[in-house]
Structures are given as structure tokens and as C-alpha cells.
């Protein structure tokens, strides 16, 4: 496979920008090689600068559902630009988009727009702070909420103690706040309550996990945390900006019956464009600006070309609910693939899938948490990855991420997608 294009202009990226991309999981360095660059994409394929055609198994980590360049959407945001790129003021299609969320995910009584999962996140923990008037809130081991000061914090020495900040510039006193506990462990959590009694005033999670590889809740956990909120009068806030729109019209809250007090929302609802939104019961959002007392702001927050293509996206799955049939149909084709290939080879690894999303684990141990997605072979899933690549697939380049599947993967796609799992799998096993 040629990429002289793409190796060029990584090095000339590398002058300019730090370590050459604008998001750090673009790099490849978790799986060894240079990152490919793109030029186009259309349906399931994405094509790269050298011309080479690929599977995208990642889909814009989510926000490409119904494939690239979905012609309903670009039809959208070319009307939407043509009459202004940018307001500045209220538009109508903020109103569309609002009334259409709060709809599609009934939990949410009021929204509030913004431009990423990250601006989502941290304004909830905010306003959550604000409406219960304490500082501390929980976070769980290998959970990913943007890249806000507070939630860069890994699991120090064990889930009990404080936060100590994951990243040089966040300080030890913002780390304080954060509580950590291991996925899937609702003694941890209750345990961390009982010794903050009065001060928690949120618990934040991914309902379903991807940021460690797709980890599932077990039966009775989220579950857990709601009843545990409820007698302690801390808001449940689920971070579904991965999981929002994708695992049901309504999300992972309506696919599992659990449901949260606030959620953040991000990736699929600005259909490719850059949003994210957090909104919740009323009483709650009522304390955000200018309505109550938590300030929170964006000068280009409700952007009209951003809603345009977001609008039209969710209006499809919303009138469309066959399409999560379909997405799951994919996926489970997929995955009973893999299943079977592993099975002749006398391969043992963790396959976790729900809905559209799903990972492969390089270790034959059950993954529910960190620790055990930690057991994964992750050297071993760098050659693989890079096999995969290779033949035309392209996934996300780390063993900690989950897969997206889109709903337009032809039956030739997910063909071509085992096929290529079971050669890349041989060969592993041969070399
Ligand atoms: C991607 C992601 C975020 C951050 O969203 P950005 O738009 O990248 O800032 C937050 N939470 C979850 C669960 C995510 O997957």
C-alpha cells in the first residue's frame, strides 16, 4: 500500500502542529506507523491522499452513522451557509433542534446547545454543582468526558483515595474534587458517598463505556447509581455523547431503562459538524444562564449551520427508527464473524458488543472495568490493527476504543470486514 502522500504530509504537520494532528487519537502512536491523511469520504469508504480506498469502522468516532457525506445533511448545511454562515442571535432552527432532542430523549426537559462533548461535560458538572451547592462529584476508571480540567484524572492508588491529575497543567486542587471508582462496582461508589456524606454533587458516567474499549454496564448497576442518587440527592448525569442517538432514538438511557437526571449529548447530533448540548429536568436547567444563576456561554453556540446538519440527522433516525434494526443487524453479522473465526482458530478473545458498538479484546478474560480491559494484549492489537489497515480496514488506531458501525456497510462491506479480521488473525497466529 502506497502513502507517500499521506507520510509527506504528516512530516510537514509535524512543523507546525503539536505531534502533527489536532487530536491526540489520531496519532498512531498507541499502535505504531504514521496516520494516515484524508481526503474524501462517501458512504462506508474513506479515501486517503495516495488514493487508497477503506472500510471506516469508526465512522468520525460516531457522528457518521448513516455513512459519510449523507446527502440529506450536505443539502442541509449548503441552504444553511447560504444564508449566513453565522447569526450571532436566536434562529429558528435552535427552536427545531431543541423541541426535536427533548422529544427524542423525553428525560431531557430543557437543552442547551454547545460545540463539543467537552464544553457539554464540563458545564454539566457546573451546573450540578450549582443546583445542589456542593463541589465534589464521581467519576469511573476509564470513563471519558472531554478533556476538562476536572475529568483528566486517573486512578492514583486505588478507588478510595483522591484524584491525582492525569495531565501536567491540572491542579492538585481541582483534582481534589474528583472522585474515582472502578466501573461496574457499586459498593466502591457507595462507599465513596458514605465517606463524602452531603458533599457529592453529581456522579457522572458513560452508560455504556467506549473510551476503554465497549465495556457494558452489568445488570442492576446503573440501576444502582439511581436509586443511590435518589436517597442522597446527588444528580445522575449520563454522559451519553457517544452512546446518544446511537444505541436508541432515545439513547442508552432508553435502551436500558435507566434514567438520569442530566445528559450530555455530542458527536452524532451535530451530524459531522461541531456540537454537543447538555440539558435535564427542568428544576435543574433552570439554574443555568440567563434563566438562573450558573453562567454558561458560546459565541457560536446554536450556530445555524451546525443545526441544520445536526437537525436533519436526528429527524432522519427519529422518522426512521428501523435504522437501529438495521445497525444492530450489521454489527452482529460482524461480530458473529469474528466469533467463528476465532472459534476455528482457536482463538479466545473478549468480543463486547452492544447495538452498533462493539471491541475486540486481545485477552481471553471478561472485560468489565479498566483493570480487566487492561488484561488486553495491546502489542498484539497494534500488529493487528496495522494488518487490518493494510487490507482496507480502518479502525480506531487503540485496543481502548470502541468501533462505530454506520447503517449503510453493504453486505460486500461486512463481508470484506470478516474476511479481513480472519486473514489479519492468521496472520498473527503464523507469525
Ligand atoms: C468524545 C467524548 C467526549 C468529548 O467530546 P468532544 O466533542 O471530543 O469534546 C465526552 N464524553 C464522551 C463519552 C465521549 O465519547
Known amino acids: 500500500m502506497k502513502i507517500e502522500k499521506s507520510k509527506s504530509l504528516f512530516s510537514r504537520a509535524k512543523n507546525f502542529i503539536p505531534g502533527g494532528v489536532n487530536s491526540p487519537v489520531r496519532a498512531f502512536k498507541a499502535v505504531g506507523g504514521d496516520p494516515i491523511f484524508f481526503k474524501s469520504a462517501k458512504g462506508s469508504k474513506m479515501v486517503d491522499e495516495d488514493g487508497n480506498s477503506y472500510i471506516d469502522m469508526i465512522n468520525s468516532w460516531g457522528p457518521m452513522i448513516l455513512g459519510h457525506a449523507n446527502e440529506m445533511v450536505e443539502e442541509a448545511v449548503i441552504q444553511a451557509i447560504q444564508h449566513s454562515p453565522s447569526f450571532g442571535a436566536p434562529g429558528e432552527r435552535e427552536v427545531l433542534i431543541a423541541e426535536l432532542i427533548c422529544e427524542m430523549v423525553p428525560s431531557i426537559d430543557r437543552v442547551r446547545m454547545v460545540n463539543s462533548g467537552t464544553e457539554a461535560t464540563m458545564s454539566a458538572i457546573r451546573v450540578a454543582r450549582g443546583y445542589t451547592g456542593r463541589d465534589k462529584f464521581i467519576k469511573f476508571e476509564g470513563c471519558y468526558h472531554g478533556h476538562g480540567d476536572s475529568f483528566l484524572i486517573a486512578a492514583g492508588s486505588g478507588a478510595m483515595t483522591m484524584g491525582t491529575p492525569d495531565s501536567p497543567g491540572v491542579t492538585s486542587g481541582t483534582a481534589q474534587d474528583t472522585l474515582l471508582a472502578p466501573f461496574n462496582d457499586l459498593e466502591a461508589v457507595q462507599k465513596i458517598v458514605e465517606e463524602n456524606k452531603g458533599e457529592v454533587a453529581a456522579i457522572i458516567i458513560e452508560p455504556v463505556a467506549g473510551n476503554m474499549g465497549c465495556v457494558l454496564p452489568k ?24 452512546t446518544g442517538f446511537r444505541l436508541a432514538k432515545g439513547g442508552a438511557q432508553e435502551r436500558l431503562g435507566v434514567i438520569p437526571d442530566m445528559t450530555t449529548l455530542g458527536k452524532i447530533i451535530g451530524g459531522g459538524l461541531p456540537v454537543g448540548a447538555y440539558g435535564g429536568k427542568k428544576e435543574i436547567m433552570d439554574f443555568v444562564s440567563p434563566e438562573g444563576p450558573v453562567y454558561q456561554a458560546g459565541t457560536l453556540s446554536g450556530n445555524p449551520v451546525a443545526m441544520a446538519a445536526g437537525y436533519t440527522m436526528l429527524k432522519y433516525l427519529f ?23 476465532c472459534e476455528v482458530l482457536g482463538l479466545n478473545y473478549t468480543i463486547n458488543q452492544i447495538g452498533s458498538m462493539y471491541s475486540m479484546f486481545f485477552t481471553d478474560k471478561e472485560v468489565f472495568d479498566l483493570n480487566t480491559a487492561k488484561h488486553a494484549d495491546t502489542q498484539l492489537f497494534g500488529k493487528y490493527f496495522n494488518l487490518m489497515l493494510n487490507r482496507g480496514i480502518y479502525l480506531a488506531p487503540s485496543q481502548f476504543e470502541t468501533l462505530f458501525v454506520s447503517s449503510v456497510l453493504s453486505d460486500q462491506d461486512i463481508e470484506d470486514i470478516i474476511r479481513a479480521n480472519d486473514d489479519s488473525l492468521r496472520d498473527i497466529i503464523a507469525s
Open 219 to 242: 445488570a442492576g448497576f446503573l440501576e444502582g447509581l439511581r436509586a443511590l442518587c435518589d436517597a442522597e440527592g446527588i444528580v445522575l448525569i449520563f454522559d451519553e455523547v457517544m
Open 319 to 341: 422518522d426512521h427508527p428501523e435504522t437501529y434494526g438495521k445497525l444492530e443487524s450489521n454489527t452482529k453479522k460482524i461480530v458473529a464473524g469474528y466469533k467463528e473465526s
